[in-house]
């Protein structure tokens, strides 16, 4: 009988819990509403006590301390979400679950999941980025995500202002940083409106891309991963990814050989569940 593995995307709207096999076949899946810490764990023990899984794998929301070594190693830290603020979330899995657990972060896990099955399972190395009410980036090489002594926050990158641009940017520790002025928090902060309302504005999607485009020729030359995913809600613009890389070609000005810039920066293939197949991968022992 094939093993049974365990998933959770923790994030700070849902939690969505689910077992699957180590195919990526996913058996049952339930969305739950993230309430406070209490009511959440005992809506995910719910779930999983009625199946008999033999680890779990955990794409948690954060900041959350992801130094093994750390007092607080699987604590969420200082989040928006003030009730879950020093919430020891691997502790009390742990405590809940009785099975082997390995945590990373959301945006690690979906980056796992679009490798080992989606828009990356053909390369060696990916980049996942998520571009909705925050930044953030999951780098995997060879099959492990990517972490230091804590997760990379890449969405808090510095990048030159658009000339056209007087938004002083949203982040309340840097202002104008990559997600103060690229998320879909500073595209409402900065026109009064959603993306989702303003997608007939061309000059709102050259921003943005502009934006985009120097994170991802930043990420490129620091880390050079084979590809590149571009996912989250402000990326469901049907002009945006092409306008990335169209501005992306622009600013790297050939400094490289880019053979195919539509096979380096491309979208996400596993419509939205990459994140809980990538959670199952990480206990995914071979």
């Known amino acids: 009988m094939a093993k049974l593995l365990g998933g959770i995307e923790a994030g700070g ?17 339930i969305t739950l509403p993230t309430r406070a810490p209490e009511e959440t764990f005992q809506d ?11 680890a779990l794998g955990v794409g948690g929301f954060g900041p959350i301390d992801l130094d093994e070594v750390s007092a607080t190693y699987g604590t969420i830290l200082n989040t928006p979400k003030i009730k879950w603020q ?3 979330l691997l502790g009390r899995l742990k405590q809940d ?3 082997p657990i390995k945590l990373t972060t959301d945006v690690n896990a979906a980056a796992l999941g679009e490798y080992r099955f989606g828009a990356a399972r053909d390369v060696k190395s990916c980049l996942y980025i998520t571009v909705g009410t925050g930044i953030g980036g999951g780098f995997i090489h060879e099959g492990k995500p990517y972490t230091g002594k804590d997760h990379p926050e890449m969405g808090h990158i510095l990048l030159s202002k658009h000339k056209k641009d007087t938004f002083a940017g949203s982040c309340p520790f840097h202002g104008d940083c ?12 900065r026109y009064g409106k959603k993306g989702i309302e303003l997608t007939d504005d061309p000059e709102v999607w050259e921003i943005e891309a502009y934006y985009l485009a120097q994170a991802v020729m930043n990420y ?21 990814l092409p306008l990335i890389r169209e501005k992306f070609i622009e600013l790297f000005q050939g400094y490289r050989d880019i ?4 096979k380096l920066i491309v979208a ?11 959670a199952m991968e990480l206990v995914n022992e071979e």
């Open 86 to 88: 020093q919430v020891d």
């Open 178 to 189: 990559l997600e103060g002025l690229a998320s879909g928090t500073a595209i409402e902060a």
């Open 97 to 99: 679950m009785q099975v």
């Open 44 to 54: 995910v023990k719910e779930f999983f006590s009625q199946h008999d899984i033999e």
């Open 220 to 240: 490129l030359l620091i880390l050079s991963p084979e590809r590149i995913i571009l996912g989250g809600g402000v990326m469901k613009q049907p002009s945006l």
């Open 259 to 262: 053979s195919d810039v539509e």
């Open 13 to 29: 709207t849902n939690f969505v819990c689910a077992v699957g096999d180590a195919e990526g076949n996913v058996l049952d899946k």
């Open 268 to 278: 996400p293939t596993l419509n939205g569940d990459q994140g809980i197949l990538g």
